[in-house]
């Protein structure tokens, strides 16, 4: 189930591509789809009558479920422009950038592992840039926006991290994807848009892969790993997009740019086990498990 769900998102950013809609709209879709089936695996874990949310929680999950909406609309416009593999490790930077923040919440410098990770991560991003770079400036331009949603997405995290301690995982979703659906759908306007798909399976196909599966089953799985072989599993998401890219779209890959994507991948799988031992003031189980989760 961990490699499926880690599968079903990697897949995420070829259904974009195939989506004829745009890319936010795609990302409106995405979520607004699976809003039905959120709600209802909700109900399944916590029952008819859930505690009341309060009103500081209710509105950092609204802040949070904004900052969701600028992540996927950031990231879907990102997809149009790089490749594959690539957008799917610089969408999932968030982890580093948690790593990163711990680091000047508790006032401490990097240690052993840590260090290698953000080596390997500015080693690796350097790389890819520069090979995007040399394609095009679109391209470097879209892992530019997938860079901007892996920010957006920590913040996403951070935000979430106190009402993660008194929710079910899937009432917390079903709530913060409520607010991002309004606001992916002003941005899709906004940005001239086309809304209504002619084409329905790519957008449903995304929903369910992205938002109900991929989710579903990382929630399900976590428990049952440690950290580092969650971070481990991480590195099929930009395989297996990455074989998606060349057998749809003709993304070709020099070893030099699998070179690159290793090293950041690597760096993503140590922040994200790295991340468990960043001393914190008693993080909760599912916390914990929140973070793990990918895209």
Known sequence: MLLAGNAALALGPYFVRLADTGPVSAGFWRVTLALPLLFLFARVQEGPKPPPVPRKIALAIALGGILFALDIASWHIGIGFTRLGNSALFGNSGSLILMVWGFVLFRRWPAG???????????????????????????????????????????????????????????????????????????????????????????????????????????????????????LALLTQPAVAALAGWLAFGETLAPIDVFGMALLAAALAVARAAGESTPSEAPDKSAAQERESGR
């Open 113 to 231: 592992r840590e260090w290698s990770a953000i080596l390997a991560a500015l080693t690796g991003t350097a790389i890819l840039l520069g090979r995007s770079f040399e394609i095009s400036l679109e391209t470097l331009t879209g892992d530019l926006f997938c860079l901007i949603a892996g920010i957006l997405y920590a913040g996403y995290l951070l935000l979430l991290q106190d009402a993660r301690k008194g929710m079910g995982s899937w009432r917390l979703l079903a709530r913060s994807t409520l607010a991002s659906a309004p606001v992916l759908l002003v941005v899709a306007l906004l940005h001239g848009e086309p809304v209504w798909p002619h084409n329905w399976g790519p957008v449903v196909a995304l929903a369910i892969s992205s938002q109900v599966v991929g989710q579903g089953l990382l929630v399900f799985s976590l428990r049952h790993f440690p950290p580092l072989a969650i971070g």
